[in-house]
């Protein structure tokens, strides 16, 4: 195996770590370690560093991070040079392709996912939480909250573990009460904030669904956004439940879906099986009509969600 690897993942924590892993399998530990950021820097550079030896060790770890952002076109002979360099790499140079999302159907990702060693980093939330507290005491309940509250982000779970342990250092336990405490619940982007909407929706918990509509206005959203959101979410739930149909993994899901993140279609998959196709369908024509209602007539925004709440 070649000492090129290409490694997809959102979380800055779990790429370090998985960096980490990699340089000293393949016993690196030494070598000098250069990074290349190519929204800053130029990939002739990189190129340039990957084809030179190093002055006081023969070995080289060089991280490219960003080569998503380059487009081939504007690049072209770059590129055609970086190909042929992973065709005949340098046994004494360790390479490092780091990525957010990578297109499979792109030249650049078909050609880095032929050429490199392909790692989908992915990590275990609930297990990496069990691990930060192997010396303390944490039940199932106080595990799923902490994940919950920090959306499956590893770079937080990591912070407000660190924060959690310093303040039951004494008791060496921790609880839910501890968490709702001492974690700032992470609000996410506007698709994290509408899935546990839509779940109250789904499971027709009126109470719920009020409660975290009102939620979302405190966040500054109007309502008519909020219509936006829901239908996007519920779009979204609809295209998953069509494609796990075909037996489809997160991660092809994902991909077919041009979402960044496996994480998302996961959590999805939990409302799949509490909607039907029909129920889905019927849910974005009522989202739609309640639209049309606030766009065509001065009957109030407010009133009209919270009359689909109750109605559910």
């Given amino acids: 195996m070649n000492n090129n690897y290409l490694l997809e993942c959102t979380d800055s924590l779990a790429m370090e770590q998985e960096q980490t892993k990699i340089i000293k399998d393949n016993k690196f530990n030494k070598a000098n370690i250069v990074k290349y950021d190519l929204e800053e820097s130029e990939l002739s550079q990189a190129l340039e560093d990957l084809d030179t030896y190093g002055l006081f060790t023969s070995q080289k770890v060089i991280i490219l991070k960003n080569i998503e ?53 992915e990590m275990n939330t609930k297990n990496y939480i069990r691990q930060q507290f192997r010396d303390y005491e944490i039940d199932s309940n106080a595990i799923n909250l902490l994940d919950e509250y920090c959306l499956g982000d590893i770079s937080k779970i990591y912070n407000e573990c660190l924060k959690l342990k310093d303040y039951k250092f004494e008791e060496k336990v921790i609880t839910e009460d501890d968490i709702k405490e001492i974690v700032n619940k992470k ?40 219509i936006g959101l829901l239908s996007s979410q519920i779009r979204i739930i609809y295209q998953v439940k069509l494609l796990e149909k075909e037996r489809l993994s997160d991660h092809e899901i994902a991909n077919i879906l041009e979402e960044k993140s496996d994480y998302r279609i996961t959590k999805t998959r939990e409302l799949t099986k509490l909607y039907t196709d029909e129920s889905l369908l019927s849910l974005l024509q009522e989202l739609s009509d309640i639209d049309y209602k606030i766009k065509t007539t001065d009957l109030d925004a407010n009133a009209l969600l919270e009359m689909f709440i109750i109605n559910l």
């Fill in 187 to 226: 609000l996410g982007d506007s698709k994290d904030l509408t899935f546990s909407f839509s779940r109250s929706i789904a499971l027709r918990d009126k109470k719920g669904a009020l409660k975290r509509y009102k939620e979302l206005l405190s966040y500054n959203f109007e309502p008519i956004s909020i």
């Fill in 69 to 121: 952002s380059l487009k081939y076109d504007d690049y072209k002979g770059d590129f055609e040079h970086f190909f042929k360099y992973l065709d005949n790499p340098n046994p004494d140079n360790l390479l490092l392709i780091e990525v957010n999302k990578l297109s499979s159907n792109s030249k650049i990702g078909k050609v880095l996912k032929d050429k490199c060693q392909y790692i989908k980093v």
